[in-house]
């Protein structure tokens, strides 16, 4: 059984930094591409990032191309999101998810994940 299980979240200031971790479990987690989603309070999930199989490639939505990072360690089958310059618009439950039909991002781009993480809270307050 594929887990994917995130952890980082909390609170910080407009501004401020916090970087996600993504760990997952039960498959062969080099081989997908991965990406992070977003929920913000009474919107619906949006994508945020995504990266290839190989780390190599990677897809930003555009509000947060410059403040957002995603990267990854499959020795550790471990997905990063670091951010920074954190907005209050940002706020929102934060998800890991995984296409494992694919090696690039492109489906995630399009909403497409068949694992997601059960998500961690950001708050940025102002």
């Known amino acids: 059984q594929v887990q994917l299980i995130e952890t980082g979240g909390g609170s910080v200031q407009t501004g401020g930094s916090l970087t996600l971790s993504c760990v997952v479990s039960?498959?062969?987690?080099?081989?997908?591409?991965m990406g992070w989603f977003r929920q913000g309070p009474g919107k619906e999930r949006e994508f945020v990032a995504a990266?290839?199989?190989?780390?190599?490639?990677?897809y930003y939505e555009d509000s947060v191309k410059g403040r957002f990072t995603v990267s990854r360690d499959n020795a550790k089958n471990t997905l990063f999101l670091q951010m920074s310059s954190l907005k209050p618009e940002d706020k929102a439950v934060y998800y890991c998810?995984?296409?494992?039909?694919?090696?690039?991002?492109?489906?995630?781009?399009?909403?497409?994940?068949?694992?997601w993480g059960q998500g961690t809270q950001v708050t940025v307050s102002s």
């Open positions: 998810a995984a296409d494992s039909s694919s090696e690039s991002f492109s489906g995630l781009v399009g909403g497409k994940a068949d694992y």
């Open positions: 039960g498959r062969t987690f080099s081989l997908y591409a």
């Open positions: 990266l290839n199989w190989d780390g190599n490639n990677a």
